[in-house]
């Protein structure tokens, strides 16, 4: 009897063991998260973790390269990002059953939804299947997807005294709505205008003018000075605008730069085409 009664003391210590071990596998935010996707008719099939976490603040806003993630993560929400700038955000994944998107797709992907919390506290989230992942983000329910496409164009030309580069960055955004697509874009360029020479050798003036001039429109800066001198060899131009205005791929800009009465013309073609 004694021997029986130590083999099952030692049997119910062990399940005892496992299944705290399981219970605590899963908690805290990790927890909620799951929580969070389970109540939402979705079977857990796989629980990715913790995949991203950082500190919300302006500069992951502003619709840099390397933040393309994050910023792809917010386009599906509801909420204005800013409400939780200086907080940290925490996302948890998971491989589900039961999604919109399998119904979409009709493939074997696996799909994947994405909890997104601040202070222990869901305040979103996203989905995509696997392979898609590069492509567009979806609503947390795979109602609606918005993709994302950054470009950058460099144009480059120049005349006998000057040297022209003309950067343009644009994004433009598809957002899927139940199957309308709607489009908004933006870009912002900046154009270098740099002297081969010496200014001085241009001798002292009074007025000076960059102009250009594109299929998508026409710009200008100017200065006139009270009273003549040398010009800065290097000269800017910040321009913004929507995504189609400011140029693309098969653009060719034409520049002109006047110097008091002495004009020279110039046409910039494309050198690097970029999208991410």
């Known amino acids: 009897m004694t021997g029986k ?3 099952s003391g ?8 496992i299944g705290t071990g399981c219970t605590s596998a899963v908690r805290g935010d990790e927890k909620t998260a799951q929580a969070h996707v389970e109540d939402r008719g979705y079977y857990v099939r796989e629980n990715l973790g913790e995949v991203e976490a950082y500190l919300l603040e302006e500069g992951l806003l502003d619709g840099g390269e390397d933040n393309l993630v994050i910023e792809r993560m917010w386009s599906v929400q509801d909420r204005d990002p800013r409400e939780y700038l200086g907080k940290r955000i925490s996302v948890y994944g998971f491989v589900v059953k039961n999604h919109l998107l399998q119904q979409t797709f009709r493939s074997p992907q696996k799909i994947l939804v994405f909890v997104m919390l601040s202070e222990g506290v869901v305040i979103g989230g996203y989905s995509y299947p696997d392979a898609e992942q590069n492509e567009a983000f979806y609503a947390f329910d795979g109602s609606s997807s918005t993709r994302i496409l950054r470009d950058r164009y460099v144009f480059e030309g120049g005349s006998e005294t000057w040297e022209v580069e003309y950067v343009v960055d644009s994004k433009r955004v ?9 489009y908004d874009g933006e870009a ?4 270098s205008v740099t002297c081969k020479r ?6 002292k003036v009074e007025k000076f003018k960059i102009a250009y001039a594109s299929r998508f429109g026409t710009g200008s800066s100017s200065m006139e ?3 003549a001198q040398y010009l800065d060899r290097d000269h800017t131009m910040r321009l913004s605008g929507s995504a189609d205005q400011l140029g693309s791929v098969d653009e060719t800009v034409r520049i002109t730069i006047t110097v008091d009465d002495k004009i020279e013309e110039m046409e910039l073609h494309l050198v690097q085409d970029q999208t991410s």
Do not use: P, Q, Y
């Open 174 to 182: 598809f957002t899927d709505r139940n199957g309308r697509i709607e």
């Open 198 to 203: 010496e200014t001085e050798e241009l001798g």
């Open 188 to 191: 912002n360029a900046l154009m």
């Open 5 to 7: 009664k130590l083999v």
């Open 10 to 17: 030692l049997i119910l210590g062990l399940v005892l063991f």
């Open 225 to 227: 000075f009270d009273e």
